[in-house]
C-alpha cells in the first residue's frame, strides 16, 4: 500500500492520487472513488438455500425462503478474492455501504490517523 492509498476494509482501498477504490489484493482498479464500490465488482446472486439447506420437511424447515431473501456475494474481477457479502431482499438495489468525503481526504481536513512504517 503506498501513501497515497487509505485501507478501507480488508481487501479494498482508496487511492487517492486517481480518486479509485483497488483491490488491496492484486490492485485491480474497480471503480471511482466518487461511485459505490459494489459496482465495480463480480457478483454472485445465491439462492439462500445452497448455504443454508432445510433442516425439515414442510413449511418450517428452517431454510430461508428465496422468495423473501437473496445472498450477494461480491467477488474482485482481477484476483477472484471475496470483498463482501449482504443479505438482500430480492429486488433490492445493491446496498451503498461507504461513503467517504473524499474532498476532505484530499484538503487534508480529513480525520486521518498516521500509521505507523512497516
Known amino acids: 500500500m503506498s501513501t497515497d492509498t487509505v485501507r478501507i476494509t480488508e481487501y479494498l482501498e482508496l487511492d487517492l492520487t486517481n480518486v479509485t477504490w483497488n483491490c488491496v489484493r492484486c490492485s485491480h482498479v474497480i471503480g471511482s472513488a466518487h461511485e459505490n464500490y459494489k459496482h465495480g465488482l463480480k457478483l ?11 433442516r425439515f420437511e414442510g413449511a418450517h ?54 500509521r505507523p512504517a512497516n
Not at 438455500?49 to 432445510?54: D, K, L, V
Request: aromatic share 10%; glycine share 8%.
Open 44 to 54: 454472485y446472486d445465491r439462492d439462500p438455500r445452497t448455504i443454508y439447506p432445510a
Open 61 to 114: 424447515s428452517f431454510a430461508p425462503d428465496p422468495t423473501w431473501c437473496r445472498i450477494v456475494e461480491y467477488y474482485c474481477p482481477g484476483c477472484g478474492v471475496q470483498m463482501e457479502t449482504e443479505y438482500l431482499p430480492p429486488g433490492h438495489p445493491l446496498a451503498h455501504d461507504i461513503q467517504i468525503d473524499i474532498d476532505a481526504l484530499l484538503s487534508g481536513t480529513g480525520n486521518r490517523t498516521e
